[in-house]
């Protein structure tokens, strides 16, 4: 059971850390231009970011199912040699 706890979580963090850092990047991005040209709208920061994240889902669609697929297998398969062990 820690196991699959252990495996699902890291599979998360494989998943979510994409998306995290670009988000990362882009506010760090957005941030230094705002400090620079003193423009304090919320909208120029949200924006870009939501943009970005929506093109960064769809490009990454394949690679996030195929990491899904490869681990819910994964899982069924162990579940099934599991229970018929014990």
């Known amino acids: 059971m820690i ?3 252990v ?3 890291t599979q998360l963090i494989i998943l979510s850390l994409p998306l ?4 990362l990047v882009i ?3 957005i941030g230094f231009f705002q400090a620079i040209t003193q423009i304090q709208d919320t909208t120029i920061s949200f ?3 939501l943009i970005l994240m929506m ?3 769809v490009l990454g669609m394949p ?3 195929q990491m899904m697929t490869e681990y819910s297998r ?7 040699i599991t229970t018929t062990t014990h």
Do not use: C, D, M, Q
């Open 3 to 5: 196991e699959i706890t």
């Open 7 to 9: 495996n699902a979580l």
């Open 20 to 23: 995290l850092l670009a988000g």
């Open 27 to 29: 506010s760090l991005l």
């Open 47 to 49: 924006v870009p970011k």
């Open 55 to 57: 093109i960064l889902v």
């Open 63 to 65: 690679w996030f199912l």
């Open 74 to 80: 994964h899982v069924i398969e162990n579940a099934v």
